[in-house]
């Protein structure tokens, strides 16, 4: 077993933390990259133990490039980092709208910027979700990437109100999440890095996070409050405890799954957009535009 890192982004809370903690029981150290250094040095102090922590703010691409150039040999990587923004249509510095930079961009610019860093045989791992499939019917708008561009630069969904097309862009980078992890598994046979692993990761509902801060106060209440009392009840509401212990499986090559989509706890077919060839090859193409680095693996 490597005893090199697994880097996580999105790791002081929910999931990201929980799935360190459970990394870290079974021995796996871990290196937490969070947006703010200060989040690190408590998600650290949280798990009371000795692990790497780094800056990470995945929205924006020379924060990405920052830490790629710094990072050293990695047992996995957990593309985990997301946000659902349904106030108002942010976008960076590089005028990408933010839910795509982070959900998406930025993790396809990390797992393309790590591939030298990752053992052979490593994982990585998209935390996706299910509301990118609209047969799921988990009350969210289906996604839409009719006009890759349009999605990328946040007008899209301009006529649309602000909280469903932020929820669209939600479960629209999610389909991202599937199609970037196929798309890369697809290309590894015949590179330098033929040997890692792919997987697209849905951690279901996990009621009393914080992804739904930015709803109205009786919809955050019903969140924190009324939801959590569907676990266990509901296919796929989950605990986060129980989504981080399923994900370090996922992470440990426990369960096979290259190339694959794994939802409660094993391999299930994502949605039928995510399997387009040719939508994943765009997105693919676009993105490396966005991002500054060629299309093929070098």
Sequence with gaps: MSMNPVLITGANGALGLATARQLLARNVPVLLACRRLESAHAARQQLNADVQIA???????ASVRRLASTV????????????QIVSDTRRTPEGVEETFATNHLGHFLLARSLLPALDPGARVVFVASNTH??????????????DLEAVASG??????????????????????????????AKRLPGSRWSGLQVVAF??????????????????????RNL???ATGLVPNVNTVTRSAARLAAVVQGELAAQGGYVSKGKLERS??????????????ELSSNLAGVPSALA
Aim: aromatic share 8%.
């Design 55 to 61: 800056e990470l703010d995945v929205s924006d691409l």
């Design 133 to 146: 499939d609209p047969r799921r019917c988990t009350g969210m708008p289906a996604p839409q990437l009719a």
């Design 202 to 223: 849905d951690p279901g509902l996990m009621p009393g996070t914080g992804l739904a801060r930015e709803y109205g106060p009786l919809a955050s209440w019903a969140w």
């Design 271 to 284: 949605s039928a957009e995510s399997y387009d060839p040719e939508l994943a090859r765009k997105l693919w």
């Design 72 to 83: 050293g040999p990695l047992g996995g990587l957990v593309c985990n980092a997301g946000i």
């Design 227 to 229: 939801m959590p009392a």
């Design 155 to 184: 007008d899209a969904f301009a006529g649309e109100s602000t909280e469903l097309a932020g929820r669209r862009r939600y479960t629209t980078s999610k389909l991202c999440n599937v199609l970037c992890a196929y798309e890369l």
